[in-house]
């Protein structure tokens, strides 16, 4: 059987833990639970955290080297947190799931990761309202819609219902 | 791994530069020069085209063509690249693109006095170098075989650092000194203590609280990462107190020199406001010679604030650790010592190093204290005319009665023409510095000091090195501010940040407007 738009074989999943992000997966796990289509999810660290030690120029190296390499570790361990999460209710739900980890452009690696999984379905968080908190590192759709070769389905952001009831 | 890239960068940029020192070395370029009134590097175009020229060619020849192994000639030797890549762009902008903006912005006439837009703007050399930076990071992005070397942009500007302790008299750094301690002393802690009270007012987490506050109290973006391993800040606290550390310190080095420039501000002021109200310590740098390009006053000052304030960020990080411990159950005791010893900024001690070789007199004759020396025993044509002579003349009443500890010397200036000794040499440029006369007035008391001050050739050399190497310091760093990090700028930290970085300028300001005069 050839997969369809609402019965796909393959979802990719972008999640990195927000709001919207948990909208989508929570989107993605009911679809694939219903489809039995395997989830692939992807978790990116944007690249913005190479610019991060700016103009700092006063500190010696030790300070340097333990400066990046405690934020290295705070990453891994917020990007591990967040893949089990999504990864135990996948499989309290009987869902087949494959892992992947970025550091880019999270556009950019999506598109990465969409030719390399080659899914049915990317689904995706839409980005939150403004003046929420978070990370400045939104996926651009208009470069997503010219480049992927699939649906996209752009999961609302809980948080903007509550803003425009 | 390979640093190296086969690339043929290196070998054109070594030629730019040998075409520019041959260029200007046999006067093809003695056109535009005079044009863009740069006469004034002309000297240094030649001997540095030359020197970056062969470097450049040399090294691009071997890493075209050469064979690379992993190791320590490849890593060191690709950083080549990326440093004659920043000297590229900072010299191109010294050199033509800021005496260019200066042709125009004078075409425009003046804007506000008799300043002209690019002083008011402090559009000069480093703004444009730090800009051009910015811009390049943001756009094309540092090209891949100059990435491993756009880093010794710190290098340099430690180097810079360093290099400033020849320039030091004891008694400039005695002042200078207790003036940081007591300015950087009151206000770095000040703004540490107002956002551990603000953060704890707007019921933020201890981790944000206390990485915010090493931000925004002692030098900015180094305090943070400083700062954020010690009370276990979160990823997203860290990217929103950089961010907002980035967007204020870039801000702030335009805005601070056009209100010095309002304010007409004297370099000891602009240097010691610079120092304490400027949150992130490259700014104060680039702020400080922004607002005077040509000369190193400035700087002077700024600098002893930045060093100031680093030597206070052992003492915040280990104060903020005691204060994260206290309030943060599971926490591991402080190790005092390590923390003192792993946050002390080795460089200071070069600057002192070089302070206390300078003072030795090894830099210059002994009776050449300091590299600088008196000496009145000066041709005709180095004495005040008669006219000049008439224009202090006529001020001589406001002197005596605004100041009269400076009358006396003025009065030998008049009748003699030309400073008498070296007491009142130090009076007469106090009195240009506390700016009683007019700005006539003071231009000729400049050229009186400047007839009989004499500086050694070695401390020239070093005014020059260190001016270079600033160039090349803040050029690099603006390769190194990317917008994605000053996007990050965001959430409680802006307000936060906003709050306290307004109240430490604007409070700042009033203080040295108040308290501290030109004297130094």
């Not at chain 1, 999640?15 to 978790?43: D, F, K, M, N, Q």
């Not at chain 2, 004034?40 to 691009?60: A, D, N, R, S, T």
């Not at chain 2, 891949?144 to 020849?166: D, Y």
């Not at chain 2, 007019?438 to 000091?449: D, E, F, P, V």
């Amino acid at each position: 059987m050839n997969a369809t738009l609402l019965s796909p074989r393959r979802i990719l999943l972008a999640s990195h833990g927000t709001p919207g992000a948990r909208a989508a997966e929570e989107a993605a796990l009911a679809l694939a639970e219903e489809a039995a289509a395997a989830i692939v999810l992807l978790y990116v660290v944007p690249d913005f955290w190479r610019g991060m030690r700016g103009d700092d120029w006063l500190n010696n190296v030790v300070t340097q080297q333990a400066f990046g390499d405690y934020l290295e570790n705070e990453l891994l361990r917020e990007a591990r947190k967040e893949v089990r999460r999504v990864a135990g209710e996948a499989e309290r739900r009987g869902i087949a799931m494959e892992i992947r980890a970025m550091f880019g452009r999270p556009d950019a690696c999506l598109l990465s990761a969409v030719a390399e999984t080659n899914p049915d379905l990317v689904m995706i968080g839409a980005p939150r309202p403004k003046g929420v908190p978070g990370y400045r590192s939104r996926m651009k759709p208009e470069s997503l819609m010219r480049a992927l070769p699939c649906p996209l389905i752009v999961v609302p952001n809980p948080l903007a219902s509550q803003k425009n009831p | 791994m390979v640093y190296t890239h086969k690339h043929p960068a290196l070998l054109i940029m070594g030629g730019i530069f040998l075409l520019i020192g041959i260029l200007v070395g046999t006067g093809a370029l003695d056109g535009l020069i005079a044009y863009l009134h740069a006469g004034k590097y002309k000297g240094e175009m030649i001997w540095l085209g030359y020197i970056l020229g062969v470097i450049g060619i040399v090294f691009g020849a071997w890493h075209l063509w050469g064979r690379h192994e992993e190791g320590d000639l490849d890593y060191y030797g690709s950083t080549v690249a990326g440093a004659i890549f920043i000297m590229l762009v900072a010299m191109i902008i010294r050199w033509f693109v800021a005496p260019y903006v200066a042709v125009l912005s004078k075409a425009l006439g003046p804007v506000m006095g008799a300043k002209y837009l690019h002083q008011v703007l402090g559009l000069n050399y480093v703004v444009l170098g730090i800009l051009a930076g910015i811009i390049i990071t943001n756009t094309i992005g540092v090209p891949m075989w100059a990435r491993n070397g756009v880093r010794l942009s710190r290098l340099g500007l430690k180097t810079g650092v360093i290099l400033l302790g020849t320039l030091y008299s004891l008694a400039e750094l005695q002042q200078l000194g207790k003036l940081s301690v007591v300015l950087i002393g009151f206000f770095v802690l000040g703004s540490v203590g107002l956002v551990l009270l603000l953060g704890r007012l707007r019921g933020l987490p201890n981790s944000m609280t206390g990485v915010l506050s090493a931000g925004m109290g002692v030098c900015g973006v180094s305090a943070t990462v400083a700062a954020s391993p010690v009370v276990k800040a979160k990823p997203v606290e860290i990217a929103y107190t950089i961010g907002t550390i980035l967007l204020w310190g870039v801000g702030c080095m335009f805005l601070f020199p056009i209100i010095g420039n309002m304010l007409d501000m004297g370099y000891v002021q602009f240097g010691a406001w610079a120092g304490t109200g400027i949150l992130n310590s490259a700014q104060v740098a680039g702020a400080a010679l922004a607002y005077q390009p040509d000369g190193i006053e400035t700087l002077k000052v700024a600098e002893i604030f930045n060093i100031t304030r680093v030597l206070f960020l052992p003492i915040i990080v280990l104060w903020l650790a005691l204060w994260f411990v206290k309030r943060e159950e599971g926490n591991e005791r402080v190790n005092v010592f390590q923390v003192i010893f792993q946050k002390f900024p080795i460089f200071v001690l070069g600057f002192i190093l070089m302070f206390a070789l300078s003072s030795t007199g090894i830099f210059a004759p002994p009776q050449h204290y300091k590299g600088k020396y008196f000496d009145n025993n000066i041709p005709e044509s180095k004495l005040l005319k008669p006219e000049e002579v008439a224009v202090l003349k006529a001020e001589f009443d406001k002197v005596k009665q605004a100041k009269p500890e400076y009358a006396p010397a003025l009065q030998r200036l008049i009748e003699n023409r030309k400073i008498m000794s070296r007491e009142d040499d130090a009076l007469i440029r106090g009195l240009n510095n506390a700016k009683i006369m007019s700005k006539k007035a003071n231009k000729l008391l400049k050229k009186a000091h400047k007839a009989v001050r004499h500086t050694a050739k070695k401390i020239k050399k070093f005014r020059q090195w260190i001016t270079l190497l600033f160039a090349f310091g803040l050029t690099g760093l603006g390769m190194q501010i990317t917008m994605a990090a000053i996007r990050q700028a965001g959430g409680q930290p802006l307000v936060v940040g906003g709050i306290v970085g307004t109240v430490k300028a604007v409070l700042s300001l009033i203080v040295i407007l108040l308290f501290v005069h030109e004297t130094i």
